[in-house]
Every structure is written in structure tokens, then in C-alpha cells.
């Protein structure tokens, strides 16, 4: 109803997190009782913006696709950070940390068979709510399924593959297919207080525990999961060793792969997106924070487990992450 207040939160990638734990802390400083949080992106139609011109009748405007990239930049920020692509800050981080193109396309592949898996298990199904497209002269589409998903790759299709950032000759690694893509998407998750609960008798799938973000260089955005699941875990007084479940999200697999050797675990440690990730999925920037952490408390309840780490990269260097708890 029209009595209801909103507002659009917006931490490019995390976005949809954000929402999340903007809508946890409210319910903690008391100003709500019950919210609605999630995030919605559209990448294959978002528009294009164009700047000003600096002077009457100018021609200096610039024109940049909203749907991500760096756009409108402030000088100052070129000199001291540097204005890296996306897939640019994976290749800086294959090179630091040596992750070579197999090891991204082992990955890759995982991230593809773990989630086509749970496609045909109906496990995906049970996050997912049917959109019903209307058409003019034929019966409605009904959406229903992820379609990103590619169920036959094998390591030597992802190897056919050139690298999109970098040329093979100069060492790039990162193609199409141990990245994330542009896909669109929504989600949303309802949190409530105690008294909530109990008063519209809910069934909560788990509770947020901490939650904590951090700044990191731009060049290597990717590796931000890192320090800010230390900081949460941290703050949780937990370890890594404590988490049952561990969904990073996917915006490459050298990103990916980057962080959780920095933590110490082996590339396919099962608890890392047994449902496959967003190299499979997809990563509508707006709303993979809110999906991600539906995945992780629906994933608890499946393997009766306890708790998840739910973290993220977010471009231009940032790094998100929230630990939950099954109840």
C-alpha cells in the first residue's frame, strides 16, 4: 500500500546485501518491525547515461552503459587508483596470486556441473518464484528456471575459450566462460523482529549474526571477500572452520579462487556454492547479495547445518560479508 515508505540503497555489486542489513539494523535500532529487502537489476536493457557539457552548445559530453564499468570520473581518482575494468582487476589478481587458466576453468566447469545438478534435483526451483510473461497472440512464457546454467561445458570447451581482458599472448586468463555474464534477476527476503515472528506466527529460515564491509585497492577489488569475512568472523567470534556453508559470489573464478586460497582452503572444498555460483547463475549486480544469502539459509535447513558465510567482491573496492545462523 501507498503507506508504506521505501528506499533504493545502492553498493553497485552488494546492493541487494546492503538492503538486507540496512533492513537488520533498523529492526535492531527498533524502527521497524517487518521488512521487505532485496534488489532487482536489469543488465541486458539497462540504459546508457550521458554527462553534461561543460559549457553552453559544448561537445564534451560522455556517454557510459549504466549497467556497470566506471563512468563519470573524477580526475583525481585516474591519478591515485587507476580506473580498471571489471574483468581487468581479475586478471591483476590471476597475476598476483598465480592462478592459471586451468585452475580458473576447473572452477568454472564446478561452478557449471554443481549448479546443473541442483537445477535437475529441483533444489534451485525451491528459490525461485514463476514470472508469467504475457504475449499478444500465444499463451502466456512461464519463467521458471535459471537458463544461464550450461550443463555440458567440460574444462576442454572453457579452454577453447579467449581470454576477454588480456591477450593470451601477454598472459590474460579471464574469458567469457570463468566469468560471471550480464543476466538479469530479482530477489527478495523478509526479515522480521522477534515480536514479529511470534505475532504473524513466521518461520524464519535463519538470523543474521554480523555483518561487515571493507575498503580495498580498486586494481584488485576481487580480494575484498577476504578481509571483510576476517572482520565478520572477527566481530562473530568465530573461524573459517566454524562455517558450514561459504557462498562467495562469482564474478570470476580467479577472483574466487584468490580469496578462498588466501584463507587457506583447497579450490573444491564443498562447502564453497554447492549449488553452483554466479559463473553459472549469473550476477545481476542489484540483487545477487539478496540471493546469495536466501541460497546459504535454504542450504543450512538442506544439510542441517549451522552456519554460513555469505560474502562478496564489489567493484571499484569494496568487500561485503554477513554470517548467518540457521534457527
Same mark, same amino acid.
Given at each position: 500500500?501507498?503507506? +508504506? ?24 535500532? !527498533? %524502527?521497524?518491525?517487518? /521488512? ?18 561543460? *559549457?553552453? /552548445? ?19 581518482? +585516474? ?15 590471476? %597475476? ?25 534435483? !529441483?533444489?534451485?526451483?525451491? %528459490? ?14 512461464? /519463467? ?11 574444462? !576442454? ?7 576477454? /581482458? ?59 571477500? +577476504? ?7 572477527? *566481530? ?19 577472483? +574466487? ?28 549486480? !542489484? ?11 535454504? %542450504? ?28
Amino acid at each position: 500500500p501507498w503507506s +508504506v515508505p521505501g528506499e533504493t540503497v545502492n553498493r553497485l555489486c552488494a546492493s541487494g546485501m546492503s538492503a538486507v542489513v540496512h533492513a537488520h539494523r533498523a529492526i535492531a535500532a !527498533g %524502527e521497524g518491525d517487518v /521488512f521487505i529487502s532485496g534488489g532487482v537489476e536489469h543488465m541486458t536493457r539497462g540504459p546508457w547515461v550521458i554527462s553534461k557539457v561543460s *559549457k553552453a /552548445f559544448g561537445r564534451d559530453a560522455e556517454m557510459h552503459d549504466s549497467s556497470f564499468g566506471w563512468r563519470f570520473v573524477n580526475k583525481k581518482m +585516474v591519478a591515485m587508483y587507476g580506473t580498471d575494468g571489471m574483468g581487468q582487476t581479475a586478471e591483476n589478481l590471476a %597475476e598476483r596470486f598465480r592462478i592459471s587458466r586451468e585452475d580458473q576453468d576447473r572452477f568454472a566447469c564446478w561452478s557449471q556441473m554443481k549448479a546443473a545438478e541442483a537445477q535437475r534435483s !529441483g533444489r534451485l526451483a525451491r %528459490e525461485i518464484v514463476p514470472v508469467e510473461i504475457p504475449r499478444r497472440k500465444a499463451d502466456p512464457v512461464i /519463467f521458471d528456471a535459471d537458463e544461464f546454467i550450461r550443463p555440458d561445458t567440460s574444462p !576442454g570447451i572453457l579452454a577453447k575459450l579467449s581470454p576477454a /581482458f588480456k591477450p593470451a599472448g601477454k598472459g590474460g586468463t579471464v574469458t567469457a566462460g570463468n566469468a560471471s555474464g550480464l543476466n538479469d534477476g530479482a530477489a527478495a527476503m523478509l526479515l522480521a523482529s522477534e515480536i514479529a515472528v511470534e505475532k504473524y506466527q513466521l518461520k524464519p529460515l535463519a538470523r543474521i549474526i554480523t555483518s561487515a564491509v571493507v575498503g580495498v585497492e580498486p586494481r584488485i577489488m576481487g580480494i575484498g571477500p +577476504v578481509y571483510a569475512s576476517n572482520k565478520a568472523l572477527e *566481530k562473530a567470534g568465530l573461524r573459517m572452520e566454524d562455517m558450514d556453508i561459504i557462498e562467495v559470489n562469482e564474478a570470476f573464478a580467479a577472483q +574466487v579462487l584468490a580469496c578462498t586460497r588466501q584463507w587457506g582452503l583447497v579450490d573444491d572444498d564443498p562447502r564453497i556454492n554447492p549449488n553452483g555460483g554466479a559463473i553459472a547463475l549469473g550476477h545481476p549486480l !542489484g540483487m545477487t547479495g539478496a540471493r546469495i544469502l536466501h541460497t546459504a539459509a535454504l %542450504e543450512l535447513h538442506k544439510q542441517d547445518k549451522r552456519y554460513a558465510l555469505v560474502t562478496m567482491c564489489i567493484g571499484v573496492g569494496q568487500g561485503y560479508a554477513t554470517i548467518i545462523e540457521r534457527v
